[in-house]
């Protein structure tokens, strides 16, 4: 089995994200590491977030920083990444994307020890740049710049020093005076010999300085000093004038200002009033403002509050640390504040948000000092504060992220045209259900009812020159509605267009006339308002029409085409008439080229399953160009003129070219390349689109001419990032559209359908999947369906956290407190749904942005939810008491029947991960519905010994894995009855999938074990394993032999058992029982094989089988931590496969990563890749430069054409 | 002796020094389970979905995580042993 892999939706969690001026000219861009991508995004005018570019650089990025050659313009970002080189980037605005300037290699690949990567740190004058390992190793690289003004890096010059650890390192501000590299680090050598944990203890963390002689080319540890010991983070303060130099220190509960020669000046991070006294707090991010009079850093804790902290100085000497509470917002990774008075910021879960400032926390705030801090016998003397609402910053955007995506499953719930994505995302009070639908996001803008059924919508401007559009033109089956555009949209009855006939088309024809062909003929209204009338002769009418600025051509019934031209007095005048030998279906003329005076080419579509590409030059008007026959009559046709383009903003390198699209009556749009100067047609492709014949309509996106195909669901095709893409709209069937464009939106559609005229727009270009969010309370674990009546239960649990009751109970405390008690809360009661963001005034503080406030770690909330997802609501919510959590779930119909389908639910009490795993109790809750399932009764409740993980069905039983122990349960009156056991599974079941007598159960540390239930003795015994210790997080079922599963380490693989092992177990009347019993090496008789392995560079939490589209093949679906959902699809010919081996090596040999990862070594990073191919790979092809695709494809004996069409096809089959 | 200088031992023991973590034959019990420890939380902390997945089991940020695998790997045998068998379900 070969499979083909393709990352459906990329990672939307971010790593590390910095700021800069990469593009060049005024703007800030912000970089940002998605764990394997890397991504440009900046903010537009309207201050939404676009991304200008999104490069999978298959390798692990760790970090990023940016700086820039003095006088230089714009900034250069180095990369620490997996790939043991460091790497210099500097985006390319001509051909949107990033070059590498320079890779230097420094070590092996991989995250190591003592290999550089972790930390990156440059001097603030871009003079040198250091990259760290978290042990032992630092290099320090000098940057300048040669004659012709080119970066230069010099050979690497060591700073390394054995046994230390290092916790953060930064370039220290000090002017232009030699870089100096500031790094907190622990010596471990001296408790590596002491086994008693003594010197441990009194190791002491250092505050060290690293200076690089610019002159002698050699680096020295210049300073060391002791830190608190609870230092994790460093903060460069500018200096060289700007400010006094030295470092912020950031330790656990405290920011430091240090410097060489200085005194410490050291500050308390103000704590939550509600944090238990244990906790301490720790900076997790750091942004830094800085303008030629001022500067300040924003410090963000790990409880999301934002301190601003200001340093009084009078030229070196610091005499004052302030940090002042700025505002509350959720957790991140990082914090980029930009010139322009944006702060971006990268959520460490969920989504991630653009800030605006409103004002930079000069009001009056809770505040510690330097100089206020107090030390008593018990430690320095801490400050309380309460979190409040936002003061200083206004949210105005949001980056969606599933990240992490904790459960999956794809199913047809709304019985739509393609199945939905139910994931289940996010972490805490930010956990929410997201169900993902394939397509575009629409943002309706406008809907009215109009009298009638309308047929067809047009829009039209007055002018060639205008921006927007004057009026839109609505056609009845036996009337024309004309609607004119202003700051509202009205009929008007005075412009000239005839409204007691319906219309054909209306378009402006010149530069200022506009046309209205209807059945009976053509009707010109001139600038001037005179009125041309052309009457069809006889009793013939028009059928069809296409025209452009300059050209009409209609279709008379009985397959006559008329054409005509615009003269120079803006006459129209009729050129050519041609006899076709049959009625027209359709007809389209391509929009006259730049600097033309008419495109040459007239495509007109017949009954007989034919499309003829006509001439329409003067020499040759009317002949026939070339001839297409296609599977059924084409209803609807486009030609597309797709622009040169050598790169810029949007798009990769492609010459100019005509593309003809056809939709045809079997729901097949039909696409293929026009030969400009020929017109002969090549390089086919077809795709199913809907059940009703595709009507193609052009459309503007970004500028850019694409196209609207309306089937049984609308379709945009459109050009993104160097790729045609053709994705469904999440809209309801349209019947006709227009594009719209007016001063409140510019690129917008209108479109009619049944009795209603739409107005919408588009968002968010390039993704693969929209999304509705239902808010969660807790992070969610797992979810099962309900197959009957489609409720989804979901089960959610947190650590160290309060529970609903004890959240409302202090939170009336704190109001009541505050003097608010008496007014305004008295619905309180009910608000205890995070995300119910309709009452705001009520709740100041949503959970969702401000977090739960933190309890003792052995302290767990939990709950079980019923939920609709068709309406989102919560039918049924049961929060378990008792510091219980719920870890498992599953349905359940007992044989006997009683009941009908029960609800399992496997729980822990107290369970504790620190300083080791312990658990006070297991349960397993068995549930009712009530309530036709939208309710839950708890029927009863058995206590086991340890974590039930995974709960399964099995023949009528309850299948239960509870540690090392494999248990069948029957359903007892009181309490479930334990049938049978095996208890030799090596360490924990966290999965269990059943197939006929089989149960293929997964090991946390040893992967799968395949098993058998013999029933009349009553045993369940392990047959088969794998002989290789997976970490397992996820597992699913592919067939009788075949078991998927994905590990820690981020690698997906298939196992399955060798047919004849499988035929011999079978008819072994025995079960291969005897064999069983003589067991090798503690483990199983038989094993397992490896049929598929890949790395896929991220944790998978789910796997299913399942199929994206109607009619297109099955493939294996996964999501990740970081909140990327990716498809494994089987090649079902060896011919494919063999091609896109073949490409994937001529990729890999041509367009090696750009961080500098090996792709081949990246994907076999813990086990050598087994028989996939990946398209991410394969589908940079069309971002290479021009003449290198010429040269693979001349290597693979193909056009570069077709092999794009391969790659479309491989993707088309997935979604 | 200029032999001295070339033979195995020297050289190896110049090699265990430049690569830190690497294995000898008097390893003993203690040194060998450091380095695994060592090991494991250097890619813990470079791998960020694997932090991540740890920091969504145990409720804490991603950067309390990394602080606390970075302290762990000062004195892994104090609690770590445990660490690594912590499988942590989500």
Same mark, same amino acid.
């Given at each position: 089995m070969y499979l083909y892999s393709l990352t459906l939706q990329r990672a939307g969690g971010i790593v590390c994200a910095t700021n800069g001026n990469f593009v060049g000219g005024k703007t800030q861009e912000i970089v940002v590491a998605r764990g394997k991508n890397l991504d440009l995004l900046r903010p537009d005018e309207s201050g939404k977030l676009q991304t200008l570019l999104s490069v999978d650089v298959f390798g692990a990025i760790r970090s990023l920083a940016q700086f820039r050659l003095t006088g230089?313009?714009?900034?250069?970002?180095?990369?620490?990444?997996? &790939?043991?080189?460091?790497?210099?980037?500097?985006?390319?605005?001509?051909?949107?994307?990033?070059?590498?300037?320079?890779?230097?290699?420094?070590?092996? &690949?991989?995250?190591?020890?003592?290999?550089?990567?972790?930390?990156?740190?440059?001097?603030?004058?871009?003079?040198?740049?250091?990259?760290?390992?978290?042990?032992?190793?630092?290099?320090?690289?000098?940057?300048?710049?040669?004659?012709?003004?080119?970066?230069?890096?010099?050979?690497?010059?060591?700073?390394?020093?054995?046994?230390?650890?290092?916790?953060?390192?930064?370039?220290?501000?000090?002017?232009?005076?030699?870089?100096?590299?500031?790094?907190?680090?622990?010596?471990?050598?001296?408790?590596?010999?002491?086994?008693?944990?003594?010197?441990?203890?009194?190791a002491q963390k250092h505050l060290t300085f690293y200076e690089l002689d610019l002159g002698l080319n050699h680096v020295s540890r210049k300073w060391s000093e002791p830190v608190d010991n609870g230092a994790n983070l460093l903060v460069t303060v500018p200096g060289g004038g700007d400010g006094p130099s030295g470092v912020l220190v950031c330790a656990e509960n405290f920011v430091i200002y240090k410097n060489q020669g200085h005194p410490d000046v050291r500050a308390v991070i103000p704590r939550h009033t509600d944090l238990p006294a244990e906790r301490g707090v720790l900076v997790v991010s750091a942004a830094t403002h800085r303008q030629k009079s001022m500067f300040f850093f924003l410090l963000q804790t790990e409880y999301g509050d934002i301190f601003k902290v200001t340093l009084e100085h009078e030229g070196d000497r610091v005499t004052e640390l302030k940090i002042k509470y700025f505002d509350t917002i959720p957790v991140t990774t990082s914090m980029c504040v930009l010139k322009t008075g944006f702060l971006f910021a990268a959520s460490e879960f969920g989504n991630h948000a653009?800030?605006?400032?409103?004002?930079?926390?000069?009001?009056?705030?809770?505040?510690?000092?330097?100089?206020?801090?107090?030390?008593?016998?018990e430690g320095f003397q801490p400050v309380f504060f309460q979190p409040r609402g936002l003061k200083n910053l206004v949210r105005i955007d949001l980056v969606e992220s599933l990240m992490p995506i904790m459960d999956m499953k794809i199913l047809n719930l709304f019985e739509e045209e393609t199945p939905q994505v139910f994931t289940l995302c996010g972490r805490g009070p930010r956990s929410s259900l997201r169900i993902l639908r394939p397509g575009l996001a629409i943002n309706e803008m406008a809907v009215s009812q109009l009298p009638g059924t309308p047929s067809a919508v047009w829009t039209v401007k007055k002018n060639i020159n205008d921006e927007f559009d004057a009026y839109i033109v609505v056609s009845f089956v036996n009337a024309t509605l004309v609607l004119s555009i202003g700051e509202t949209i009205e009929e008007v009855s005075d412009s000239g267009f005839l409204d007691t006939t319906p219309s054909l088309s209306v378009s402006l024809l010149g530069d200022e006339s506009l046309m209205q062909?209807?059945?009976?003929?053509?009707?010109?209204?001139?600038?001037?308002?005179?009125?041309?009338?052309?009457?069809?002769?006889?009793?013939?009418?028009?059928?069809?029409?296409?025209?452009?600025?300059?050209?009409? %051509?209609?279709?008379?019934?009985?397959?006559?085409?008329?054409?005509?031209?615009?003269?120079?007095?803006?006459?129209?005048?009729?050129?050519?008439?041609?006899?076709?030998?049959?009625?027209?279906?359709?007809?389209?003329?391509?929009?006259?080229?730049?600097?033309?005076?008419?495109?040459?080419?007239?495509?007109?579509?017949?009954?007989?399953?034919?499309?003829?590409?006509l001439s329409l030059d003067p020499d040759d008007c009317m002949q026939i160009l070339s001839v297409q026959s296609v599977s059924s009559p084409p209803e609807s046709l486009l030609l597309l003129e797709v622009m040169a383009s050598t790169g810029g903003e949007d798009g990769a390198d492609h010459p100019a070219s005509v593309f003809l699209n056809a939709g045809l009556q079997n729901g097949v749009l039909f696409r293929t390349v026009v030969d400009m100067v020929t017109g002969q047609l090549s390089d086919t492709r077809s795709r199913f689109l809907g059940l009703r014949a595709p009507k193609l309509f052009s459309a503007t996106v970004r500028g850019r001419q694409a196209m609207l195909c309306l089937s049984s669901r609308p379709w945009l095709g459109y050009i993104h990032q160097g790729h045609f893409l053709l994705t469904p709209l999440s809209y309801e069937a349209l019947e006709y559209a227009a594009s719209f464009s007016s001063d409140q939106c510019a690129e917008g559609v209108v479109a009619v359908a049944n009795e209603a005229l739409r107005i919408f727009t588009v968002e968010r270009l390039g993704e693969t999947f929209n999304e509705t969010v239902v808010p969660?309370?807790?992070?969610?674990?797992?979810?099962?369906?309900?197959?009957?009546?489609?409720?989804?239960?979901?089960?959610?649990?947190?650590?160290?956290?309060?529970?609903?009751?004890?959240?409302?109970?202090?939170?009336?405390?704190?109001?009541? +407190?505050?003097?608010?008690?008496?007014?305004?809360?008295?619905?309180?009661?009910?608000?205890?749904?995070?995300?119910?963001?309709?009452?705001?005034?009520?709740?100041?503080?949503?959970?969702?942005? !401000?977090? !739960?406030?933190?309890?003792e770690s052995d302290r767990w909330a939990s709950c079980?939810?019923?939920?609709?997802?068709?309406?989102?609501?919560?039918?049924?919510?049961?929060?378990?008491?008792?510091?219980?959590?719920?870890? &498992?779930?599953?349905?359940?119909?007992?044989?006997?029947?009683?009941?009908?389908?029960?609800?399992?639910?496997?729980?822990?009490?107290?369970?504790?991960?620190?300083?080791?795993?312990?658990?006070? +109790?297991?349960?397993?809750?068995?549930?009712?519905? %009530?309530?036709?399932?939208?309710?839950?009764?708890?029927?009863?409740?058995?206590? %086991?010994?340890?974590?039930?993980? +995974?709960?399964?069905?099995?023949?009528?039983?309850?299948?239960?894995?509870?540690?090392?122990?494999?248990?069948?349960?029957?359903?007892?009156?009181?309490?479930?009855?334990?049938?049978?056991?095996?208890?030799?599974?090596?360490?924990?079941?966290?999965?269990?999938?059943?197939?006929?007598?089989?149960?293929?159960?997964?090991?946390?540390?040893?992967?799968?074990?395949?098993?058998?239930?013999?029933?009349?003795?009553?045993?369940?015994?392990?047959?088969?394993?794998? &002989?290789?210790?997976?970490?397992?997080?996820? +597992?699913?079922?592919?067939?009788?032999?075949?078991?998927?599963?994905?590990?820690?380490?981020?690698?997906?693989?298939?196992?399955?058992?060798?047919?004849?092992?499988?035929?011999?177990?079978?008819?072994?009347?025995?079960?291969g029982k005897i064999k069983w019993e003589q067991g090798k090496l503690n483990g199983a008789p038989n094993k397992v094989e490896e049929i598929v392995q890949f790395h896929i560079g991220d944790v998978v939490t789910c796997l299913q089988k399942a199929s994206l589209i109607p009619g297109g093949g099955e493939c294996v679906i996964y999501g990740t931590v970081m909140g990327s959902v990716g498809a494994l699809l089987p090649f079902i010919s060896r011919e494919d496969v063999d091609f896109f081996s073949h490409l994937e090596m001529?990729?890999?040999?041509?367009?090696?990563?750009?961080?500098?990862?090996?792709h081949m070594a990246f994907r076999s990073a813990y086990f050598p890749v087994k028989d996939v191919i990946d398209g991410d790979l394969c589908e940079q092809f069309p971002t290479l430069p021009p003449d290198l695709q010429r040269k693979i494809a001349d290597e693979l004996d193909r056009t570069p054409g077709e092999i794009l069409k391969k790659l479309e096809d491989a993707r088309n089959k997935i979604i | 002796m200029a032999s001295d200088r070339f033979n195995i031992n020297s050289q190896l023991e110049h090699l265990q020094a430049k690569y830190v973590g690497t294995w000898h034959a008097d390893l003993n019990r203690f040194e060998w389970g450091v380095n695994i420890q060592r090991d494991s939380y250097a890619s813990y902390i470079g791998h960020y979905p694997i932090l991540a997945y740890f920091s969504v089991a145990e409720n804490e940020s991603i950067e309390r995580q990394r602080y606390n695998f970075m302290q762990v790997r000062l004195d892994p045998t104090s609690s770590s042993i445990i660490y690594i068998n912590s499988q942590l379900p989500i």
């Open positions: 230089s313009q714009k900034d250069y970002l180095v990369v620490g990444s997996d &790939s043991g080189r460091l790497v210099i980037l500097e985006y390319s605005r001509e051909h949107n994307m990033f070059h590498k300037v320079h890779q230097e290699t420094f070590g092996k &690949s991989g995250c190591r020890r003592i290999v550089p990567g972790q930390f990156l740190a440059v001097d603030p004058k871009g003079r040198a740049v250091m990259v760290a390992a978290c042990e032992k190793q630092k290099l320090v690289y000098v940057l300048n710049r040669d004659a012709a003004a080119r970066l230069t890096i010099s050979s690497p010059l060591e700073a390394h020093k054995s046994h230390t650890i290092t916790y953060s390192v930064v370039g220290v501000d000090c002017g232009f005076d030699n870089p100096i590299f500031a790094s907190i680090e622990l010596d471990y050598s001296e408790s590596d010999l002491d086994p008693t944990g003594q010197a441990a203890a009194d653009l800030y605006q400032f409103q004002a930079i926390g000069e009001a009056e705030d809770i505040e510690a000092s330097s100089a206020t801090l107090m030390e008593t016998d062909v209807h059945p009976n003929g053509i009707r010109h209204i001139r600038e001037d308002g005179r009125i041309n009338e052309w009457k069809t002769p006889g009793k013939k009418t028009i059928v069809k029409v296409g025209s452009n600025r300059l050209q009409v %051509v209609i279709a008379l019934s009985g397959g006559e085409l008329i054409y005509f031209e615009m003269d120079l007095t803006g006459q129209l005048m009729e050129v050519e008439k041609h006899e076709m030998p049959g009625d027209v279906a359709c007809l389209d003329i391509a929009p006259v080229p730049e600097g033309r005076q008419r495109s040459r080419f007239l495509a007109v579509g017949s009954y007989d399953n034919t499309i003829r590409i969660l309370r807790y992070t969610p674990r797992k979810f099962v369906l309900l197959p009957k009546r489609k409720h989804l239960i979901v089960i959610e649990s947190d650590q160290g956290a309060f529970t609903a009751e004890e959240r409302e109970a202090a939170r009336k405390e704190c109001l009541e +407190a505050a003097g608010m008690g008496e007014n305004g809360n008295a619905n309180n009661g009910e608000q205890m749904e995070n995300g119910d963001g309709d009452d705001e005034k009520e709740d100041a503080l949503p959970d969702e942005q !401000y977090g !739960y406030p933190k309890a079980i939810r019923v939920l609709d997802p068709k309406t989102g609501n919560t039918t049924c919510l049961l929060e378990l008491q008792d510091n219980e959590a719920a870890f &498992s779930i599953c349905t359940v119909n007992f044989h006997d029947k009683e009941y009908g389908t029960l609800l399992a639910v496997g729980t822990a009490k107290g369970l504790q991960f620190w300083p080791k795993r312990t658990v006070a +109790a297991g349960f397993i809750h068995i549930y009712r519905f %009530v309530e036709e399932g939208k309710s839950l009764e708890l029927l009863h409740k058995t206590q %086991v010994e340890g974590v039930p993980l +995974a709960l399964h069905q099995f023949q009528g039983r309850l299948l239960a894995g509870i540690g090392p122990v494999l248990r069948l349960y029957d359903l007892g009156k009181r309490r479930l009855l334990r049938k049978c056991e095996n208890k030799l599974f090596p360490h924990t079941i966290v999965s269990i999938n059943t197939y006929r007598d089989r149960i293929y159960v997964g090991d946390i540390q040893e992967s799968f074990h395949y098993c058998k239930y013999r029933r009349d003795e009553n045993q369940l015994y392990i047959f088969a394993d794998d &002989s290789v210790p997976r970490w397992l997080t996820a +597992a699913h079922h592919i067939d009788f032999d075949t078991m998927a599963g994905a590990d820690k380490f981020g690698n997906i693989y298939f196992v399955r058992l060798p047919q004849d092992l499988s035929d011999e177990i079978e008819e072994d009347p025995t079960g001529h990729m890999r040999q041509e367009h090696p990563p750009l961080c500098g990862r090996d | -």
